[in-house]
């Protein structure tokens, strides 16, 4: 897929708050659906969230509903994850990609299996 570009991460405490961001120098992300998925280690990687290209429908994963909001900004290429109340257990790299689905189950996956470098978030005391 085209190179996907996430950053904003790092260490905050339990409670705390991070907005993440995703931007493509090689595509425009409002024609796209866009989701975040994170990975923790020794965990597999995990649907977090994602927003259709049109806005009408958003996704956020059990673990992060009333927590985490996900928007866009069409004038700057830009896809945010904010991430609200956090805790131990979202530390991991999160990452953003282009046209997931959800499977019938209520998973968020994939439907790329390339991925760009990620943004590290971790939520310590």
């Known amino acids: 897929q085209a190179q996907v570009v996430e950053s904003g991460g790092g260490l905050v405490q339990p409670g705390g708050s991070l907005r993440l961001s995703c931007t493509s120098s090689?595509?425009?992300?409002?024609?796209?659906?866009i989701g975040w998925f994170r990975q923790a280690p020794g965990k597999e990687r995990e649907g977090v969230s994602l927003?259709?290209?049109?806005?009408?429908?958003?996704y956020y994963a059990d673990s992060v509903k009333g927590r985490f909001t996900i928007f866009r900004d069409r004038s700057k290429n830009m896809v945010y994850l904010q991430m609200n109340s956090l805790k131990l257990e979202d530390t991991a790299v999160y990452y953003c990609?282009?046209?997931?689905?959800?499977?019938?189950?209520?998973?968020?996956?994939?439907?790329?299996?390339?991925w760009g470098q990620g943004t590290q978030v971790t939520v310590s005391s």
């Open positions: 927003i259709s290209n049109n806005e009408d429908r958003t």
């Open positions: 090689e595509f425009t992300l409002e024609y796209s659906s």
């Open positions: 990609t282009r046209n997931p689905w959800v499977d019938e189950d209520g998973r968020l996956n994939p439907f790329y299996d390339t």
